[in-house]
């Protein structure tokens, strides 16, 4: 039987190269972490995006939010890979 639109997507998510943006986030509390993105979007990032984003990862993690917003080139980059 062939998967749905649905189940394509999520399969096609799932098996791609999930990550943090620094890699030395792995090895840092949960707190003190920053975003965790597929390689192709890593990659799209330049160095002041990735520093913007795990800034406002982790000022909403010490807020005690469990989400936090992608800016809107972080988002149009998501949607491209």
Do not use: C, F, H
């Amino acid at each position: 039987m062939a998967l749905k639109k649905s189940q394509r997507s999520l399969k096609r998510w799932t098996s791609e190269d999930w990550g943090y943006i620094s890699k030395s986030d792995k090895k840092k509390p949960k707190s003190k972490r920053g975003r965790y993105l597929p390689k192709s979007v890593r990659a799209k990032l330049t160095k002041g995006q990735k520093a913007y984003e795990n800034r406002k990862k982790r000022t909403a993690t010490r807020a005690g939010k469990t989400r936090a917003k992608y800016s809107k080139s972080t988002v149009k980059k998501m949607r491209r890979r």
